[in-house]
């Protein structure tokens, strides 16, 4: 790892104007690429004490060797340079959205004599008008076939055109109506040029002005008694209206523009983008990418913008494009879509109304698009496989990690301390094995001394376990976690009481290949002085620190540092926030049961349905409070030896404050029917 003082350049030799810079790694590979209003400001930022940067950029800059700049005239040219070097370099450390499909457009070949209409994925070509993309390809070939009723271009190879051409007869769609049959000389080329114009036309959006002329001829044929021609227009309609169906109306006011969502996590993010044109949504496409540099959302709509115009000329970029946040020089950013419109672009957060609705089913989209690409990542075979020997070779296990176990401490400022255990086996999480703990062993905040006590909590039923199987000679002991639903408590002592009503061992007594912590060095530490103190040295022990995804060890002065794209890192990741989820659940639920207590529940035996059919025979525990014995064995379930438990529990209870109403001094009676805190 390079010191980036020793590249940093020296003071004043910073230009301070627009430009974009290069960092590249000590076999001069390039590694991150980026652009700045001010360059003097920008890179001063990148050599700040490691410990004040952000993880990611951190880690960028260690990996560096050097740094240089190329001054630009304008944050536009910035922006284009910046673009045309991350396509060039394909620097790591830089945001590369990836598709997760290759999505398919519904292509017209204008540069050929003969303009062909054709599903095409992949580059674009010069000459070519496209429309979409699509979700299905499938999706493509029934509008086409709709739309070739009207306007029949031609859709065959060039092999078959040019062997039409040589017998003189035409395919089967010119014998059915739907090709012109310029093979053959039915239409000129001039002619058949014309008919993909007004599919173009159509397909663009301009769909109203042709419906009303065909209509007018429909009508005018009608007049005329060409009751064949006009019943052949009707059915003309009929397709394109049927066509048109397939795109929803969105917009009324026929707008053009393109909606782009992000959703994200810590690791990665996904960018779903709707395409509307003529106020219909006429394509979608989306892209994840690892979160590989310190960018925020502003930063990822940014790259997004990058790569969906980067390449784009003219109608392609639509007037308007609506985003979640704008860029950090949004001004810079619509100036370099206008320059590839060739017109103003309008790139804004909406507000209100239609375009925003529409927003959150795009974000909806990227949302689902993002848990998508997580769940078949986690759920691939051969990707759990390689994650799992990944972690094996770096942490020098002798066989690859059939089963790890996770544990994080959660708490609120101290208050709350719990503890969550998961549990994944082959790659998967097996939440029926998911434990969760109270800290009883002291008050107060101190993650390291609540993680020994939990690793110690749970190996000792794990011993205890294999005292009762033979295979471990041991007095037994002392406490484990709590199953969920159920409290952490100490063991009976007696072997009969850890296992289960089946005769089946209790879940504590499998043990892990792997222990793995939410945390750095302390937390490490902890956890493998809980083990050794019970004599346990046959399980590995690992930690991952949040702050650089960084993966310590036990008495290990540096950590083990996996690869950004390593699948075993990525496991590692899932597991930790997994059982971090666990954990927060869990101390979240005991909050609100705490804040939410009542005088009522401080009586012993009295279940939830019993202390609803108080609240509702009497209306509230203020008039519970004041009722006599006899009136409280009204209610139906309650028997006297209840009631008097019931009252004597009210009596001893300190009811609360009133509350007053601050504007006008009146004291607010109870009377919610709910339960004092």
Known sequence: MADPSSYRPKPGQIPDSPGVYKFRDEHRRVIYVGKAKSL?????????????????????????????W????????????????????????????????????????????????????????KGVRYFGPYGHAWAIRETVDLMLRV?????????????????????????????????????????????????????????????????????????????????????????LKKALEKNAIVFNDATDADLIAVAEDELE????????????????????????????????????????????????????VLVPALPEDAEAVSGWLASRRGSGVSL?????????????????NAQQALALHKTKR??????????????????????????????????????????????FEDGLARKSEYRRFQIKSFAGQDDVRSMHEVISRRFKRYLAEKARTGEWVEEESQEGGEAPGQGAGGLSGEVSALQEEDGRPKRFAYPPQLLVVDGGQPQVAAA?????????????????????????????????VLPRSSEGLYLLQRVRDEAHRFAITYQRA????????????????????????????????????SATIDEICEVPGIGRKTAETVAAALAEAVPAAPAVNTATGEIIEEDDGGSTT
């Open 40 to 68: 003097r400001q920008r890179l001063a930022n990148y050599f700040q004490p490691l410990t004040s940067l952000h993880p990611r950029t951190a880690t960028m800059v260690t990996t560096a060797a050097s740094v240089e």
């Open 70 to 125: 190329t001054v630009v005239a304008t944050e536009v040219e910035a922006l284009q340079l910046e673009y045309s070097w991350i396509k060039e370099f394909d620097p790591r450390f830089n945001v590369k959205y990836r598709d997760d499909k290759s999505y398919p457009y519904l292509a017209v070949t204008m540069n050929e004599q003969f303009p062909r209409v054709q599903v095409m994925r992949g580059a674009k070509k």
């Open 151 to 239: 306007f029949p271009v031609r859709t065959c190879s060039a092999g078959v055109f040019k062997r039409s051409a040589q017998i003189g007869r035409p395919c089967l769609l010119g014998y059915i109506g739907k090709c012109a049959a310029p093979c053959v000389g039915r239409v000129t080329p001039e002619e058949h040029r014309e008919l993909a114009e007004d599919f173009c036309d159509f397909m663009a959006g301009r769909t109203g002005a042709y419906l009303r002329r065909i209509e007018q001829q429909m009508m005018a044929a009608a007049e005329d008694m060409e009751y064949e021609r006009a019943a052949r227009l009707r059915d003309d309609i009929e397709a």
């Open 269 to 320: 993010a996904a960018v779903q983008i709707f395409h509307v044109r003529g106020g219909r949504v006429r394509g979608q496409r989306g892209w994840v990418t690892d979160k590989v540099e310190a960018v925020d959302t502003a930063g990822l709509v940014e790259h997004a913008l990058q790569q969906l115009y980067g390449e784009e000329t003219g109608d392609s970029v639509p007037k308007e």
């Open 348 to 364: 804004r957060i909406p507000q209100r109304g239609d375009k925003k609705d529409l927003m959150v089913t795009v974000a909806r």
């Open 378 to 423: 986690a759920s691939d075979l051969t990707t759990r496989s390689r994650a799992l020997e990944e972690i094996a070779a770096a942490l020098d296990l002798d066989s690859a990690p059939l089963r790890i176990e996770c544990f994080d401490i959660s708490h609120l400022q101290g208050d709350d301390v719990v503890a969550s255990m998961v549990v």
């Open 528 to 560: 493998k002085r809980a083990l050794d103190e019970l004599g346990i040295d046959d399980i590995a022990v690992c930690g991952l620190a949040k702050r650089l995804e960084e993966v310590w060890v036990p008495e290990d002065d540096d950590p083990v």
């Open 590 to 625: 005991k909050r609100t049961k705490r804040f939410k207590a009542g005088p009522l529940d401080a009586v012993p035996g009295l279940g939830d349905t019993r202390k609803q059919a108080l609240i509702k025979h009497f209306g509230s525990v203020k008039k519970l409070r």
